[in-house]
């Protein structure tokens, strides 16, 4: 390797229609069902990462801020994940800006992993296709498989313990829908437990578990259908119930715990009037607070308008469907 290697890249983050909550192996990232997502433009990280013999030790600095060795080992154990392709790496820095709230369920972690994915190898100079790519992406976070494509994306949960099988592919590009989605951020504060924990938590205590991927298995059947054919009510009716049952799934978990907040339920609630009033809107929602409004582009500017009203400016944020990650240049990077 020569004295530095550098790459930079963007990735958008996605939110799940239909959503992965457990995995079959911890070790690997593989999940126990397949997902399937919407990658957004308004959520997005860029990564840069130097590899340098001169370095003494790895850091990491995110939005700017030195990030603690607990965090540093994270990046240090993806990075080593490369190790196979190119033989023994030397120190790394890693500058990660998110455009993206970090740890409040709105999907940093999809966007941090698969950009730093892609500025690896970029820095490394590999060859691998975006498929082959999300298989590394997953191990950084699983959501991160799903943000190497744009549009409608899948990830397949694949076989057994073989970790090249589980990967994501993508559906449509979304150009030629009419969606969006609108986020009301209710708290943007880091949530007490990560999706990671949340999840192992519900899969060895629920006992309503095993009816999940039975579910997640027919949603998915329905929602590749309603992409098919373009058909908005289906994709939203069958979104918003297999959040609810992934929801509803953590209520059943012993001992219980749950994501909604008061401020969450007010904001589920302005969504059912909505619909009520002949809006196509529906809720989506991960591992935090915030509520995800699923609704039609050509409505959205008016939703919002109705929300402006109960939320301030800054709660409300519009996203379209976005595209693929990209490399970037020195001067896109530092023109945060
Ligand atoms: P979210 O709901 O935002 O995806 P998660 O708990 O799944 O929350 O993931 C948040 C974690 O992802 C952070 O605590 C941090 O470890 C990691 N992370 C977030 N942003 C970055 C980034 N830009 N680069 C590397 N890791 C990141
Ligand atoms: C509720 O991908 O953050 O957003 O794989 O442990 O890093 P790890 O979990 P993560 O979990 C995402 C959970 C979810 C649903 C989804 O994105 O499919």
Known sequence: MSQQQIGIARAHANIALIKYWGKRNDELFLPLTSSLSLTLDAFYTDTKITFSENFTESSFFLDGQKMPPQEVQKLQRFVNLFEPLVGQLPHFQVESYNHVPTAAG???????????????????????DSQTLSTYARQGSGSATRSLFGGFVEWEKGQDD?????????????????????????????????????????????PFYHLWPEEVAKDLAIIKEAIAEKDFQ???????????????????????????????????????????????????????????????????????????????????????????????????????
């Open 106 to 128: 709105l999907a940093s972690s999809s966007s941090a992993f698969s950009a730093l994915a892609c500025a690896i190898h970029d820095a490394l100079n590999l060859d691998l």
């Open 162 to 206: 073989d970790g090249p099988s589980s990967f994501a592919r993508p559906i449509d590009d979304a150009c030629h829908w009419d969606i969006a989605m609108l986020v009301v951020v209710v708290n943007e504060q880091e949530k007490h437990l990560s999706s990671r924990e949340g999840m192992a938590h519900t899969r060895d205590t629920s």
């Open 234 to 336: 289906k994709l939203g009716e069958v979104a918003e119930h297999n959040a609810m049952k992934m929801h509803a799934t953590m209520l059943s978990a012993n001992p219980s715990f749950t994501y909604f907040e008061p401020a969450t339920m007010n904001a589920m609630n302005a969504v059912r009037q909505l619909r009520d009033e002949g809006f196509l809107a529906y809720i989506t929602m991960d591992a935090g607070p915030n509520v995800k409004i699923i609704c039609k582009n050509s409505q959205v500017e008016t939703i919002h308008e109705r929300l402006l009203q109960e939320y301030s400016p800054e709660q409300l944020i519009i996203a379209r469907p976005g595209p693929a990650p990209r490399k970037l240049s020195e001067e896109e990077f530092h023109d945060q």
